[in-house]
């Protein structure tokens, strides 16, 4: 098992792949992006509640490359289980309406069950 740091530097190493990665191909398909702003959006483990742990992900993500200019930005705001919400909401073909409720359970190897409710206003 790895030490904490080294397993931070590992995280940190992937993030910054997948960040070249992403970019390379946006920019293949969608050159003028190269001029655009980009806001790049990150999930947290709906049991993640200490702020410092969220805050130390976030300095990774910034290391990785996600900030490397002024017209890059991270978001970490939704859990993954308003994520999976939010998905659901946007690729469903049901059209929701004022007042509906989605709740979300997802549940994952750690045999945790993530809950998140998302309202239409």
């Not at 990665?21 to 990150?42: D, L, Y």
């Not at 947290?44 to 805050?55: E, F, N, Q, R, V």
């Amino acid at each position: 098992m790895p030490e904490s740091r080294e397993a931070r530097l590992w995280f940190r190493d992937y993030l910054k792949c997948l960040y070249e990665h992403i970019t390379k191909h946006i920019q293949e398909i969608w050159p003028a992006s190269v001029q655009s702003r980009w806001e790049f959006q990150f999930s947290t483990p709906t049991t993640w509640k200490d702020p410092s742990m969220i805050a130390s992900i976030r300095s990774l993500i910034s290391e990785a490359g996600f900030e490397a200019s002024p017209d890059r930005k991270i978001v970490i705001g939704a859990t993954e289980a308003e994520a999976a919400g939010i998905y659901v909401s946007l690729s469903s073909e049901r059209n929701f309406q004022k007042d509906d409720v989605i709740l979300v359970c997802k549940s994952d190897n750690s045999r945790a069950l993530d809950q998140g409710l998302i309202g239409y206003r």
